[in-house]
C-alpha cells in the first residue's frame, strides 16, 4: 500500500485537497505541502487544524519549493518520502512535476493539461504536445500518473465512462456542460486563478464533431440547458482539457464542453479583450518598463481564495451523453450538485475549488490500497470508474444521474 502524499500548490484548490487528505490520513500517511511561498502552505496547514481535519494524529509540514525545478522537486519528494504527489499547481508546472516523480518513480496525478506560458491555445490534441510524450517513460518506471483528475476534467470523464459501461451500448455524442450558479458578492472576479482563467478563453474553441476537430471562436455557439437545481442555465462552447481525451477515445461520438457565463462578465472580458489587456505577451510602458498585460490584470482583481467566505448558491456540473440502448436511442445525464457554503464550512474554499479538490485525493486513496495504482499514464476514462464514483459519493461529491427511468443516486454495491 502507498502512503504519504506530497501536495504541490498553495491556493484554494490546494487548501481543499489538503483537508481532504487530512480527513483521510489514516489511508494516506503523512502530508506534505509546497509551493514558491512556504507561508501559503503555513496558512493551509493552520486552517487544518483549526478544523480539527486530521483524523488520526500524524505530521502535516510545510515546505518552499520552485515547482519548475524539477531537481528540486525530485529533492523534496525524497525528503519527505512522499509515495503519491498531488499537483494542484499552476498548469506551468505540470511537466517538471511529472517529470520528477518519474525520476524518483512515485505516482503523480494533476488537474489539468500542462500549459507553455509562452502559448496560448495549441493545436489538438492538448495531451499529445506534453503529457502523452511521457507514456513510455511512466511504463518503463512504473509510475503511476493519471491525468486531469479534478471535476472538469476528471470526474466528468468518469461520467462518461460510466455511461458507456452502465447505461448506453453506443455513444453518439458528450456533451459536458459546467455552470456555476452561485454568486460571490464582487464587481469582477474570476473563480480560480485569473490568468488560467482567461488564456482558457482568448484562443481558439475546439470541439471534436464529426470525427475532426471544429474550430469556433468564444462565446460564438451558445445554448440554454435546463438542468437540476439550477434550472435554466445559458452555456457557450468552450475549448477545455476533457474533450481532447475523450475524443480519442470516443472518435465516433461529437465531444463538446459547455461553461456557463452571465452577460456582466461576457461584457467584462470582451473588453479586456479588445483592449489588449489578456495578452500574455510582454509590452513596455512610457517609462520603458516590460510588462505582461496579463498578469497585470491578475494582480488587480481579487485573489480567487479571498472570494470563499461570502460565496452563495450552487454549482451543477454533467455529462449529457446520447446513443443507443437496445437498439433504440437513449441519453442519460450524470451530474453532481455542490453548494459553495457547505464547502466553506467544511474545509474554508468556495464550491468551485471544493469540486476540483475533492476527487484527486479521491484518487489518491485509490492509488494507495491499489485500485487504481495502475503504474502507467492514464486519464480518468481509462480506469474503473465505479470505485472512484462510490468513494467521491462518501467524501463529499455525490453522484446523481437523469434518464428515462427518472432522477435517482448512483450508487453501486
Known sequence: MKKNVLIIGGGGVAQVVAHKCAQHNDLLGDLHIASRTKSKCDSIIESVHQKG????????????????????????????GAQI????????????VLDACIETG???????????PEKICETPPWYGNYEWKKREACEKAGVTAIL?????????????????????DTITSIDIVDIN?????????????????????TGTVYSWQNGQWQSNTMFEVGKEWDLPVVGKQKAYMTGHDEVHSLSARYPQADVRFWMGFGDHYINVFTVLKNLGLLSEQPVKTAE?????????????????????????????????????????????????????KEAYEEVGS???????GVPP???????????????????????????????LNRIGLPTRVKDANGDRAVEFG
Open 350 to 356: 468556495q464550491g468551485i475549488s471544493y469540486t476540483a
Open 181 to 201: 450558479a452561485g454568486s460571490h458578492g464582487k464587481w469582477f472576479a474570476t473563480n480560480f486563478d485569473p490568468e488560467i482563467n482567461f488564456r482558457e478563453f
Open 288 to 340: 520603458g518598463q516590460e510588462v505582461v498585460p496579463l498578469k497585470v490584470v491578475k494582480a488587480v482583481l481579487p485573489d480567487p481564495a479571498s472570494l470563499a467566505p461570502n460565496y452563495t448558491g450552487k454549482t451543477c456540473i454533467g455529462d449529457f451523453v446520447k446513443g443507443t440502448k437496445d437498439g433504440k436511442p437513449a441519453e442519460v445525464f450524470i451530474y453532481n450538485v455542490a453548494d459553495h
Open 53 to 80: 481535519a486530521m483524523k488520526v494524529p500524524g505530521t502535516f509540514e510545510a515546505h518552499a519549493v520552485n515547482a519548475m525545478d524539477t531537481a528540486a522537486v525530485a529533492d523534496l519528494i525524497r525528503k519527505t
Open 106 to 116: 512515485v505516482a503523480y496525478m494533476d488537474t489539468a493539461i500542462h500549459e507553455d
Open 148 to 168: 486531469g483528475v479534478g471535476f472538469d476534467p476528471g470526474v466528468v470523464n468518469a461520467y462518461a465512462r460510466l455511461a458507456e459501461d452502465e447505461y448506453l
Open 85 to 96: 504527489v498531488i499537483n494542484v499547481g499552476s498548469a506551468f508546472v505540470n511537466m517538471y
Open 361 to 391: 485525493v479521491a484518487a489518491a486513496i485509490l492509488i494507495a490500497n491499489g485500485t487504481w495504482d495502475v503504474r502507467k499514464m492514464a486519464n480518468v476514462e481509462d480506469l474503473d470508474p465505479k470505485p472512484f464514483i462510490s468513494l
